[in-house]
Nanobody, 124 residues
Framework: QVQLVESGGGLVQAGGSLRLSCAAS????????MSWFRQAPGKEREFVAT????????YYADSMKGRTTISRDNAKNTVYLQMNSLKPEDTAVYYC?????????????????WGQGTQGTVSS
């Protein structure tokens, strides 16, 4: 069975950085698309970034471009999200998601597997 476990969240001041990790296990992810979503209190879950596991091509939400990098380490079966220049509005629970198809997908209902999330809080 697929398991996704996020880590790396915490409290950071505005302008600071967070590096989130998603440890994936249960099967080969060579044909998977891996993504990060986030959900702030009272708001819908929104797309952050995505990467194709095998090829490494990436795509980012407009609000994250220029200050976010998604990457993966095949040997560790881990996906990372590096976020810089953080703002208070970036405060959210960040989720790792997996989809066993390579086509571009930015909606949460297009993903089959989810982690439990990690809290990122940005203070002003």
């Amino acid at each position: 069975q697929v398991q996704l476990v996020e880590s790396g969240g915490g409290l950071v001041q505005a302008g600071g950085s967070l590096r989130l990790s998603c440890a994936a296990s249960g099967r080969s992810f060579s044909s998977y698309r891996m993504s990060w979503f986030r959900q702030a209190p009272g708001k819908e879950r929104e797309f952050v970034a995505t990467i194709i596991w095998s090829g490494g091509s990436t795509y980012y939400a407009d609000s994250m471009k220029g200050r976010t990098t998604i990457s993966r380490d095949n040997a560790k079966n881990t996906v990372y999200l590096q976020m810089n220049s953080l703002k208070p509005e970036d405060t959210a629970v960040y989720y790792c998601a997996a989809r066993p198809r390579a086509g571009l997908a930015v909606r949460s209902d297009e993903y089959d597997f989810w982690g439990q999330g990690t809290q990122g809080t940005v203070s002003s």
